[in-house]
């Protein structure tokens, strides 16, 4: 499965953005999916997944109350509603496809979109 992250871009803190994540050349609802944040460092913490269902989501404590995420199967995107952004939110967001887990390990992965830039000014 192919994956397309879109929706980044420079937004001032306490504004929106939606990100969407569209797979192609196979069914998201047949994996889980996650978003990961990308920061300075380096590394990609987990942000948010989703069950093959969409009945069950975790969040990374940081986004809990602040951001969704959700998918739409008819459309085989996953999307994730970002509100009340702060400065440290800002970083490159990948959607990701998990096979089998609901994990928060990147490593665990499968499969991994290009990446979208979401920076949040101050």
């Known amino acids: 499965v192919q994956l397309q992250a879109f929706g980044g871009g420079l937004v001032p803190a306490g504004g929106s953005l939606r990100l969407s994540c569209a797979a192609s050349?196979?069914?998201?609802?047949?994996?889980?999916m996650g978003w990961f944040r990308q920061g300075p460092g380096g590394e990609r913490d987990l942000v948010a997944l989703?069950?093959?269902?969409?009945?069950?989501?975790d969040y990374a404590d940081s986004v809990k109350g602040r951001f969704t995420i959700s998918r739409d199967k008819a459309k085989n995107t996953v999307f994730l509603q970002m509100n009340s952004l702060k400065p440290e939110d800002t970083g490159v967001y990948y959607c990701?496809?998990?096979?089998?887990?609901?994990?928060?390990?990147?490593?665990?992965?499968?499969?991994w979109g290009q990446g979208t830039q979401v920076t949040v000014s101050s």
């Open positions: 990701a496809a998990n096979k089998y887990y609901n994990d928060y390990r990147a490593s665990t992965y499968d499969y």
């Open positions: 989703i069950s093959r269902s969409g009945g069950s989501t």
């Open positions: 050349g196979g069914t998201s609802s047949s994996y889980i």
